[in-house]
C-alpha cells in the first residue's frame, strides 16, 4: 500500500528540518523544524524528485543565494487559511506586512486575528513567508518555528535588498 506523503530529513544552518510531498509529487505538503537529535532515520529517507529539488532550493535561500522559490505547493487548510497563505505569497521578498495589512487585503479589515490564527498554521513556513507578517505596531509576532528563526529570515531578507 502506497503512503499518503513522501518524507525528507535534512540538516540546514538552522537545525533539522523535515519536508513531506503527496505521494505523487504533485506538491510540497508540510515542513517540518525538528529539535536537535529528534525525528530523523529511515521513516524519512525519499529521494523523490519533488523533495530533493526542495532541499536544494532551501539550502540556496538559506544560503542567501535565492529570493524566490519554484516549487509546487499543496498546502492543506480552510478556505479562510488558503486565502491568507495565498496573499503571504504575494509579500515582496524582504518586506513586511501587518496582520492588519493582510485582512484589508483579503476585504476583511476586522479579521487581524484571525489572519493571525491563519499564518500560525501554515504548513510550509519558509515557502510560504509567514515569516514576513509582523504586528501593526512593528513589533515581530510569533512565528511558529520560533522568534529566533523568524529574525534569521527577516535579516537574512534585509541583507539582500
Not at 78 to 96: D, K
Not at 98 to 105: E, F, G, M, P, T
Not at 129 to 137: E, S
Amino acid at each position: 500500500m502506497e503512503q499518503a506523503f513522501r518524507g525528507r530529513v535534512f540538516e540546514t544552518v538552522l537545525g533539522p528540518v523535515a519536508l513531506f510531498c503527496d505521494s505523487g509529487e504533485k506538491g510540497l505538503k508540510k515542513l517540518v523544524f525538528l529539535e536537535e537529535g529528534g525525528g530523523r532515520g529511515n521513516a524519512f529517507s525519499s529521494d523523490a524528485p519533488l523533495l530533493k529539488e526542495a532541499e536544494k532550493q532551501l539550502l540556496e535561500y538559506l544560503a542567501g543565494k535565492r529570493i524566490r522559490f519554484d516549487l509546487p505547493l499543496l498546502p492543506e487548510g480552510r478556505p479562510f487559511q488558503q486565502r491568507v497563505w495565498e496573499a503571504l505569497l504575494g509579500i515582496p521578498f524582504g518586506e513586511t506586512r501587518s496582520y492588519k495589512d493582510i485582512a484589508l487585503a483579503l476585504g476583511q479589515p476586522g479579521a487581524s486575528r484571525a489572519v493571525g490564527n491563519a499564518n500560525g498554521r501554515n504548513p510550509l513556513p519558509i515557502f510560504i513567508p509567514c515569516h514576513r507578517v509582523i504586528a501593526a505596531d512593528g513589533s515581530l509576532g510569533g512565528y511558529s518555528g520560533g522568534l529566533l528563526r523568524k529574525v534569521f529570515f527577516l535579516r537574512l531578507e534585509k541583507s539582500r535588498t
